[in-house]
């Protein structure tokens, strides 16, 4: 997940900074990218690959994945797996 966030990053956002957040509890593991880059409509992203496939994978192995964005706000893209 946080590859391919990060490979959006580079990619789409025009961002000039972004960050990468990991938290492990004995409960849960959280995987967060945070961009400053353009944002994005999240309700009017088209289907595919890119953050489909992310949540996906995430799915398959229990876990959510959030996206928040709005255009002009960055974006942050959030994994929480329990454990």
Do not use: W
């Not at 000039?16 to 944002?39: M, P, Q, Y």
Request: glycine content about 10%; hydrophobic content about 40%.
């Amino acid at each position: 997940m946080a590859q391919e966030a990060l490979t959006n990053v580079r990619k789409h956002s025009g961002a000039r900074a972004a960050s990468t957040k990991l938290i492990f509890t004995a409960n849960t593991s959280v995987v967060e990218v945070r961009d400053d880059g353009c944002g994005f409509d999240v309700a009017a992203l088209p289907t595919g690959y890119g953050l489909d496939a992310m949540r996906s994978r995430v799915e398959q192995v229990g876990g959510q994945l959030t996206v928040h964005s709005a255009p002009g706000a960055g974006a942050t893209i959030r994994t929480e797996i329990d454990s």
